[in-house]
């Protein structure tokens, strides 16, 4: 158990919709990452979050947004939903802002399916 | 760009035989820590091994061991004494400039009785 929560495990929706993933990170972590990973993109960094504020964007679509709260805990919000959006979405937290030198612990992942 | 190289789709071993995992790196930061993550079939990444790159130790946890070699940029996963549970997708994963982390392919290792 790596300490990272994420909810929900599964989620079923259909085009057009809009949902809200959540992630919890490690006691004491301040940076949240979120990745998506699909079968043809593999593992794809989306953004990143460090005490509430962005820290780095990647291939992140307009229709998906994020945010960290005070509290840490972040959400992840797609919208518009696509066929395409359907993956494995992860959330990573670390300790620290240092980039490089900082493990990532991974959640469980929430497994989104767009019908 | 950056990029990270796994060239084994797919790999098989006996069980209690050894077995390495191949992989290269391409980052543009001096100090920064590589990964080995294991994706079993329930799909959750868990961390194997880390190897800080100003050590030139290399890094051992219990069966896993890596082979850095920095200049080369090489970062190979030796398992030994492989069990059934270590049937899983093994990524590499090295720093991006963003903080990210960034994964190669992967590598589907399975692992026969």
């Known amino acids: ?6 909810t929900p495990k599964h989620l079923i929706t259909a085009t057009g919709q809009r949902v809200t993933l959540r992630c919890s990170p490690r006691s004491g972590d301040l940076s949240v990452y979120w990745y998506q990973q699909s079968l043809d993109q593999g593992l794809q960094f989306l953004i990143q979050y460090y005490n509430g504020e962005e820290r780095a964007k990647g291939n992140i679509l307009e229709r998906f947004s994020a945010q960290q709260f ?9 919208s518009s939903l696509e066929l395409g959006d359907s993956a494995l979405y992860f959330c990573a937290s670390s ?11 991974f959640g469980p992942g929430t497994r989104l399916t767009v019908l | 760009a950056q990029t990270v190289t796994q060239s084994q789709p797919e790999m098989s071993v006996q069980e209690a035989e050894t077995v390495t995992l191949s992989c290269t790196y391409d980052t543009s930061e001096n100090n920064y820590y590589l990964f080995w993550y294991k994706q079993p079939p329930s799909r959750q990444m868990i961390l194997v091994i880390r190897q800080e790159a100003y050590k030139q130790q290399n890094a051992t946890e219990n069966r896993f061991s890596v082979n850095f070699q920095k200049a080369a940029k090489s970062f190979s996963l030796k398992i030994s ?8 997708m093994y990524f590499c994963a090295s720093p991006g400039s963003q903080g990210n982390l960034i994964f190669g392919k992967g590598t589907k290792l399975s692992v026969k009785p």
């Open chain 1, 1 to 6: 158990d790596s300490g990272v929560t994420q």
């Open chain 2, 81 to 88: 004494d492989s069990q059934l549970g270590d049937t899983a």
């Open chain 1, 70 to 78: 005070p509290d840490l805990h972040s959400e992840l919000n797609l």
């Open chain 1, 95 to 105: 300790a620290s802002l240092d980039r490089a030198s900082d493990t990532q612990y």
